[in-house]
Structure formats: structure tokens, C-alpha cells
């Protein structure tokens, strides 16, 4: 599972001269349509229609009128999956949420849609770090009450303290 895959990689932020280097440390994965948590859940819009786009892109979306949170698209073309990028590490600091993360790393509308690229100033590395099973943890998403059985998914993936 992506979301699963990303623990441990490396989400790279080029802002100016300066390159910020976030370790992903929690992800939670959204499934498709049938995902009731999911925001493909009721078919194509034009705020989600990137997730039926190509895997690779980001989308970025606005919630509570004050946060930006930044998804990579993981799908098949028209299969609107995705993996929200919840939480990072920078030197040591843990940023825990996903409107802090874009908030720090200054993400917003502008990559939606885009493909995860340097020529974007937004990309993902792996830089060899080695995550066993037994350092990633899961859980229920977050947020996600309201999505009946998908409420109970174990889709959260956070690497262990």
C-alpha cells in the first residue's frame, strides 16, 4: 500500500535557494470511490478532479475555510485514490497534522494538480532509509465519522516513536 510505502521517505520543499528535507512519518490512504471517507466517494468534481488523474500528481485541497492539506494521487487513471500527507519530520522537529505541514513547508492551490517534480519545487526522495513492519503503526483515519464502515479502516500509517 502507498501509504504504507511513503513512511520513511523523504518530501523535499524547495522554497527559494533554501531546500527543506521533511521525513514523511504519517500518512492515511484513501481507496477509491467505494471509500466513503474518500472525496472521490461521489464521483468527479471540479475540486477533486485530479484524483482521477495519473498517479503522481498532487492534489491539494481547502478545508474549514483556513487549511491546506497536500495528497499525492496513487491511482489508475478514473480510480480516485490518494494518500494525505499527515505528518512530517524536519530536523527534529515533528510537525503532527496536515494543515502544519503546508503551512511550514508554504503549500498551497498552486500544486494542485502537478506532478510531484523538482521543476515544481515539490518532490519525494528516497534517500535509503530502511522502514521495517514493526516501526509502522495504524490505525483509524481521522475526521472520518461520517463514512460508516470506512470509519473503521485501519488506513492511517504512522511510524512508531
Known amino acids: 500500500m502507498v501509504a504504507q510505502e511513503l513512511l520513511g521517505k523523504f518530501l523535499v520543499r524547495k522554497i527559494g535557494v533554501r531546500e527543506i528535507v521533511a521525513k514523511i512519518v504519517e500518512t492515511e490512504a484513501y481507496d477509491g470511490a467505494e ?7 461521489h464521483g468527479k ?38 494518500v494525505l500527507i499527515r505528518g512530517v519530520e ?8 496536515p494543515a502544519k505541514l503546508t503551512k511550514f513547508l508554504k503549500i498551497d492551490k498552486s500544486f494542485n494538480g ?20 514493526d516501526q509502522i503503526a495504524s490505525s483509524k483515519r481521522i ?16 511510524l512508531k516513536r
Open 114 to 133: 502537478k506532478l510531484a517534480a523538482k521543476d515544481i519545487s515539490l518532490w519525494f526522495e528516497d534517500r535509503g532509509l530502511k522502514i521495517k513492519k
Open 35 to 41: 471509500d466513503k471517507a474518500a472525496h472521490g466517494s
Open 90 to 97: 524536519i530536523e527534529g522537529l515533528r510537525l503532527d497534522g
Open 143 to 158: 475526521g472520518v465519522d461520517y463514512a460508516g464502515e470506512w470509519a473503521d479502516k485501519l488506513y492511517r500509517f504512522y
Open 45 to 82: 468534481t471540479p475540486r477533486n478532479e485530479v484524483l482521477f488523474e495519473e498517479a503522481g500528481r498532487f492534489y491539494v485541497y481547502f478545508v474549514y475555510g483556513m487549511h491546506w492539506l497536500l495528497n499525492i494521487v496513487c491511482g489508475r487513471r478514473d480510480f480516485p485514490a490518494g
